[in-house]
């Protein structure tokens, strides 16, 4: 399976150690995710995404995107297949305008029926631009269908309907492919920019909200309470989603699957949540 990373913030940050330095770094894991990867952040509200086929693990362009990326919104992935060959096309994170989408996960036995009823299921004016093999693509498209019916694409949305439309998508994906013996594993990760949210559909998902102390805390204009505590005014300097709890200052929360968790344009935190996890230390 795959691993990803989503990051969301109130500052522009760069992410070279998640990606590069800290113990469970994307390119140190990747040395078993081999088959791909990609990095996209925003650039005033301009997706950037830079994919290849090739292991981060001994990629020379992942560790130099890795060092210059500055930015408030950040998707990453390594992969490793499950459907589809080792081409660009089929590594992740997939973007359609100004929408980044990343999965963990597979749906087994894909080819055939399963993968004409997806594509049945997204909309057309959207099914013209699957490219790739991967059932990834066909889930991010059928996301963007269901996105769709709470408003234009091009428009901002709520955060709630972000989140309806990941679990619609779950949902759907589910009646349509699961089998007996057969259960599609759906750990979704999605972003316009603004707003940031993932769903733990049967792949690890961890996610921090704040630190035990910041490092920029005596520099840092954006300090606030919620930086080194759980939030009690529902706002959060940053969101970070990571298949594995990455090393340093950041508080890590396991979620269980149908957890959803996510932030809007003003970093409102938004959660579903249906256990009482408890902290993973970080360092």
Known sequence: MCRLFGFRS??????????????????????????????????DGTPHVTKSANGAVDDAL????SGIVSSET????????????NTVLNSHPFQHGRWVFAHNGDIPKFDGAKRLALEDAIAPRLRRFVLGETDSERIFFLFLTELSRHGALKERHRIEDVILALEATVALVRKLCDRDDERSLLTLLVTDGACLAAVHGGKELH??????????????????????????????????????PLSGENIWLPMVEGDVIGVDWRMRLVDRLGANPQAVSSS
């Open 74 to 85: 950040v998707v990453a992935h390594i992969r490793k297949a499950t459907q589809g060959n």
């Open 62 to 65: 992942f560790r130099r995107v």
């Open 10 to 43: 109130v500052i522009q940050s760069q992410v070279h150690r998640s990606l590069t330095a800290a113990d469970n770094a994307l390119a140190v894991q990747s040395a078993n995710h081999p088959d791909g990867w990609g990095v996209a952040y925003y650039v």
């Open 207 to 244: 996610y921090s909200t704040y630190k035990t102390r910041c490092a920029d805390r005596d520099v840092c204009p954006s300090l606030r309470d919620w930086c080194e505590a759980p939030t009690q005014a529902g706002y959060v300097n940053h969101l970070i989603v990571s298949s594995e």
